[in-house]
């Protein structure tokens, strides 16, 4: 099985993918997903916040390690992931999202003897201020492999406006990361999307894949 590590500053919905990633390799399987929140920085609209939701969905989730209680602020993980990455479990490492986008990197080192099959994926929104260009992403990658030790895979367009975001939002982005792409010899791996933008662009994403969500899963319907 693979090991997913996801980055991405905050407020790129780099939590929002990891959830919604773990939701979609889980259908169908026998095999369990885990979920590994490494995020101390930022106590809200983490991964670990929607615990209860995501056992349900057959997902466990090492966050705290005092409990994954909610707007809990107390910088403990739970490394009990470890040992899912060394018995070859499917595993999605959600880092944090503070410290210039490569918080939580740290943290794999304690994984990186162990890691054979993995993808290290930087998500992307380019309507933040830290991702809105090609040369601040060629930047924000430099960054990422320098202090992980382990080498970016690909990208995913997670790029939007929250429920302002358009079709075109997703197509203009989509253009800067494809010259990302061609400069660094990455793909695009993956686009993530709602259902109304995905049915009237479908044919024109160039993603390897596509995550279609009908609803945010870490935003309350009024945030």
Not at 65 to 70: E, F, H, M, V
Not at 124 to 140: D, H, Q
Request: hydrophobic content about 35%; charged content about 20%.
């Amino acid at each position: 099985m693979k090991t997913y590590i996801i980055a991405g500053f905050a407020g790129s919905g780099k939590s929002e993918f990891a959830v919604n990633l773990a939701l979609s390799l889980n259908e169908g399987q026998d095999s369990r997903t885990t979920i590994a929140d490494l995020d101390t920085i930022n106590p809200y609209f983490r991964s670990r916040e929607k615990t209860e939701q995501l056992r349900a969905a057959g997902i466990d989730i090492f966050g705290g390690a005092l409990g994954n209680n909610t707007g809990q602020d107390v910088p403990h993980l739970d490394y009990g992931f470890v040992s899912r990455i060394s018995a070859g479990e499917r595993v999605i490492v959600d880092l944090a999202g503070g410290t210039g986008g490569t918080g939580g990197t740290g943290a794999l080192a304690s994984v990186y003897s162990r890691l054979q099959n993995y993808e290290f994926l930087a998500v992307l929104n380019l309507y933040r201020p830290e991702t809105s260009t090609a040369a601040k992403i060629l930047c924000f990658i430099n960054k990422l492999n320098a202090t992980s030790r382990v080498s970016l895979t690909g990208f995913v367009n997670n790029s939007h406006m929250l429920r302002e975001t358009t079709p075109q939002h997703i197509l203009d982005s989509q253009d800067v990361i494809l010259s990302v792409c061609e400069a660094t010899g990455l793909p695009l791996r993956y686009t993530m999307l709602s259902r109304p933008i995905y049915e009237q662009i479908s044919t024109q994403i160039s993603s390897d894949e596509v995550l279609i969500f009908n609803h945010l899963q870490l935003r309350e319907s009024w945030q």
